[in-house]
């Protein structure tokens, strides 16, 4: 199964909405497409929704640890609405729960972003 990626806008928020599996193949064209949002398009709230994301390996969660420094380096946030999938699982058993803002459904990922 292939990734899709898909990016809107809701206000001033950035919602990067994934689907499928983001692996080693498919996680340097999602970490291109948020170094673009943050360093030309100027994003500084940005939502990435994992909630149809089946699978997530190492490079995955690399691409939005790196996101997520970009971010705060400009004063920014990222919220990530977890998987629905067992894929959910990856953020804490790396531990990655505790550094990253998760919810779980986009709503609420958006109302936070907008506080």
Do not use: K
Not at 34 to 43: I, M, P, Q, S
Not at 71 to 76: A, H, N, V, W
Not at 78 to 104: C, K, M, N
Request: no cysteine.
């Amino acid at each position: 199964m292939d990734s899709v990626t898909s990016i809107e806008t809701v206000g001033d928020v950035y919602v990067v909405t994934l689907r499928g599996e983001i692996d080693a193949f498919t996680a340097p064209s999602l970490r291109d497409d948020l170094r673009h949002l943050v360093e030309h398009t100027g994003a500084l709230s940005v939502v990435v929704d994992l909630e149809a994301v089946a699978f997530l390996d190492s490079s995955a969660l690399g691409a939005l640890v790196g996101v997520l420094r970009r971010l705060r380096e400009r004063d920014g946030q990222l919220l990530i609405v977890q998987p629905r999938t067992a894929a959910g699982r990856i953020f804490e058993l790396t531990g990655l729960d505790a550094v990253l803002d998760l919810y779980s459904d986009r709503a609420a990922a958006i109302s936070a972003a907008n506080d």
